[in-house]
Nanobody, 123 residues
């Protein structure tokens, strides 16, 4: 049974940086896809970034391109989201998720979720 645990959220001023980590217990398969989602109060959960566990191809929503970077460490079974030049509109609970079916930006297609970590960006 795969379990995901996020860490690294917090409060930061606009323009600052945060690094989120997701520890995966159990070994993901090469065909699995790891995603980071976020959900702000009153809004739908949205795809932020994702990576193919096997080959490492990365994907981003337009608003974070050039600011966020996703990576994975196969030896440590972790996925990291480096967030730079943060904006107040990035404030949300961030979730790590795994999709056994491969690439997807649709949250309900994901099989496993972490508990979420709060990211707050002050103006």
């Amino acid at each position: 049974q795969l379990q995901l645990v996020e860490s690294g959220g917090g409060l930061v001023q606009a323009g600052g940086s945060l690094r989120l980590s997701c520890a995966v217990s159990g070994r993901p398969y090469s065909s699995h896809f790891m995603g980071w989602f976020r959900q702000a109060p009153g809004k739908e959960r949205e795809f932020v970034a994702g990576i193919r566990w096997g080959v490492g191809n990365t994907y981003y929503r337009d608003s974070v391109k050039g600011r966020f970077a996703i990576s994975r460490d196969k030896a440590e079974n972790t996925v990291t989201l480096q967030m730079n030049s943060l904006r107040p509109e990035d404030t949300a609970v961030y979730f790590c998720a795994l999709n056994r079916g491969g690439y997807s930006t649709v949250f309900h297609e994901y099989d496993h979720w972490g508990q979420g970590t709060q990211v707050t960006v002050s103006p």
